[in-house]
């Protein structure tokens, strides 16, 4: 149980365009769901807090209006990173937060966002 | 603010022993997490500590000292496939967010 999924695995755009990431709990509910940002040899950066049914929470220096955050169910939270520019590079990886089980992140897979 | 510190790297050999280091400085304390994470992939967890003491979990184990802001994580009986980085992790006890290390990663060598 626990699992986390998201789509897509990667993507490559141009530079103006919006892409949007999917990020699924497919087995529990997840009213909390959290977005990370990761580059080359770097830890996990936490962008934002996607709580369903409300706003979400951004953390200082990600700017809310670039990276719009979708909480509409209680098992899908939506990243999309609009007018996205090369420097926007990087893997985003979601983590649903298992009430049942402590509380726990369970991570999906990432998503490898190559912006040309 | 949230201050985690590990080493950058380290390098063993197959079947050896290794122990990456965990300091932290939080301003609230819910838990601490170690998490492996392959090039390419995302983390996946590898032990939870919440009170001090030792956690053995298969060839892992982890420890914690909360009043020294410390934690290990304990790899024993080194296999190839356990070179990856090592992520450790402290959850805030308001919103359960999680503050992440910069990773240690570990190189075993034949």
């Known amino acids: 149980g626990a699992v986390v999924s998201q789509h897509p695995s990667w993507v490559i755009c141009k530079s103006g365009t919006s892409v949007k990431i999917e990020c699924r709990s497919l087995?529990?509910?997840?009213?909390?769901m959290f977005w990370y940002r990761q580059f080359p040899k770097q830890s996990l950066m936490l962008m934002a807090t996607?709580?369903?049914?409300?706003?979400?929470?951004?953390e200082q220096g990600v700017e809310k209006d670039k990276f719009l955050i979708n909480h509409a169910s209680l098992t899908l939270s939506t990243l999309t990173v609009t007018s996205a520019h090369p420097e926007d590079s990087s893997f985003y990886i979601c983590?649903?937060?298992?009430?049942?089980?402590?509380?726990?992140?369970?991570f999906g897979p990432g998503t490898r966002l190559t912006v040309l | 603010g949230q201050n985690i510190d590990q080493p950058t790297e380290m390098t063993a050999t197959e079947g050896a022993i290794v122990q990456i280091n965990c300091t932290y400085q939080t301003s609230g304390f819910n838990g601490l997490f170690w998490y492996q994470q392959h090039a390419g992939e995302a983390p996946t967890f590898l032990s939870y500590n919440v009170l001090d003491g030792l956690e053995e979990k298969g060839r892992f184990s982890s420890f914690l000292s909360r009043s020294k802001g410390y934690s290990y994580l304990l790899l024993k009986e080194l296999q190839m496939k356990d070179s990856a980085s090592y992520l450790c992790a402290v959850r805030d006890p308001n919103d359960y967010k999680l503050s992440f290390g910069a990773g240690t990663t570990v190189t075993v060598r034949a």
């Open positions: 996607s709580n369903e049914g409300s706003k979400a929470t951004y």
């Open positions: 087995d529990f509910q997840a009213t909390t």
């Open positions: 983590s649903a937060m298992h009430r049942d089980s402590r509380n726990e992140q369970f």
